[in-house]
């Protein structure tokens, strides 16, 4: 395990995943022993709480448990210390975290087919409202933590429900108190498309403007 650890503070920045996820400020504190052993358990720590941190920010719709330990291990590609304090039988850190972002996207699909989620993913009370559903279109785990975060923070927008979610798109019923088309226009100057179907609408990148 500690052998991990050390290898992952010297990995080159092309060996790291082109989708890496990154979680920054996760503060860890510990005591045993010795100061070694207290920094390895904070590290260990460190891990666990990187990734509920990732999850709680970028995929608030997975319900618990998180995965164990090793796998958690398993999915940083990368992890730096930014400040560190250690005394004879005492560690305490701040750390980045990187995380394979292909691992994390099959973690999230994989509980989202588990029964006990399917059974609760996107029940939202979205309260009074123009509730709609939008089918978003994407090419990778990156490209979809930007527009959900964009559809949240977009304007009217008062909540946001994941219905569904596999690697090329994603089901959202969403709550907005305004009109339509200052959506529309809104998705339009960040280089979406926001159009009308059958079933509820479809967002989509505009490709046409892609450099």
Not at 28 to 48: E, N, Q
């Amino acid at each position: 395990m500690k052998f991990l650890y050390w290898f992952s503070l010297f990995l080159i920045p092309g060996m790291l995943q082109a989708q890496a996820l990154t979680v920054s400020g996760i503060q860890v504190s510990a005591t045993a022993d010795s100061s070694a052993a207290a920094r390895d358990k904070a590290l260990d720590k460190a891990h666990d709480l990187a990734f509920e941190r990732l999850v709680d920010q970028n995929f608030p719709e997975v319900s618990a448990p998180l995965p164990p330990h090793d796998k958690i291990v398993d999915m940083v590609s990368n992890f730096s210390i930014d400040r560190e304090k250690a005394t004879a039988k005492s560690y305490t850190a701040s750390l980045t975290f990187q995380f394979d972002g292909t691992q994390v996207q099959d973690w999230v699909l994989q509980r989202n087919r588990s029964p006990e989620h399917t059974s609760n993913i996107g029940i939202t009370n979205l309260g009074r409202g123009m509730d709609f559903k939008i089918k978003v279109s994407y090419d990778s785990l990156e490209e979809w933590q930007q527009i959900k975060k964009e559809v949240e923070g977009a304007f009217g927008v008062q909540k946001v429900a994941t219905l569904s979610l596999s690697p090329q798109s994603a089901m959202l019923e969403v709550k907005y108190a305004e009109d339509i088309q200052k959506l529309q226009k809104y998705f339009n100057d960040k280089g979406w498309i926001l159009t009308s179907q059958e079933e509820g609408w479809s967002l989509s990148r505009d490709k046409g403007r892609r450099s």
